[in-house]
């Protein structure tokens, strides 16, 4: 995007995801962004006025309370173009998104309610061969299904 002219600004969920930004772009955590506080230091809202672009990555590590203020900045901000980028196999947030309801599933639904086109990439092309990308695709389902029982 960049590349195409646009200013783009990357959310994302912890300081050290924003150290790795420093010098390839800019990017902000989820809590200076929305101004939350977290402990005794205010944070005031990040200006994101110079951006058009703004992507929220790693955003299935947000749990509903950044969720929610997500879906009212996006509709807020229909003039930006607004991107998440994420994987329900990473990381799952803090606090849970439900106890009640598949995780996948439901945090699919929440990011489908905030974002209303969604493509999802099912195949890893850093992968040359078809059977290195067999192998992932067991290890991914030997590793993962393992741990949602």
Do not use: W
């Not at 299935?60 to 900045?73: A, G, M, R, V």
């Not at 067999?134 to 299904?145: A, G, H, M, N």
């Amino acid at each position: 995007m960049s590349a195409r002219g646009h200013n783009v600004l990357f959310v994302v969920p912890t300081n050290t995801l924003v150290e790795k930004f420093k010098g390839n772009g800019s990017a902000t955590t989820l809590n200076k962004f929305f101004g939350i506080s977290v402990g005794e230091e205010k944070l005031s809202k990040f200006d994101h006025s110079q951006y058009n672009v703004i992507v929220f990555d790693e955003i299935y590590f947000s749990d509903l309370y950044f969720l929610h203020h997500i879906k009212h900045f996006v509709e807020q901000n229909q003039h930006k173009i607004i991107i998440a980028t994420g994987d329900t196999c990473q990381l799952k947030p803090i606090k849970d998104l439900t106890n009640i309801h598949d995780y996948r599933q439901y945090a699919d639904h929440c990011i489908n309610t905030i974002f209303s086109a969604s493509i999802y990439l099912r195949e890893n092309k850093r992968l040359k061969t078809d059977e290195d990308r067999q192998t992932l695709k067991q290890l991914k389902v030997d590793i993962f299904e393992n741990n949602l029982k």
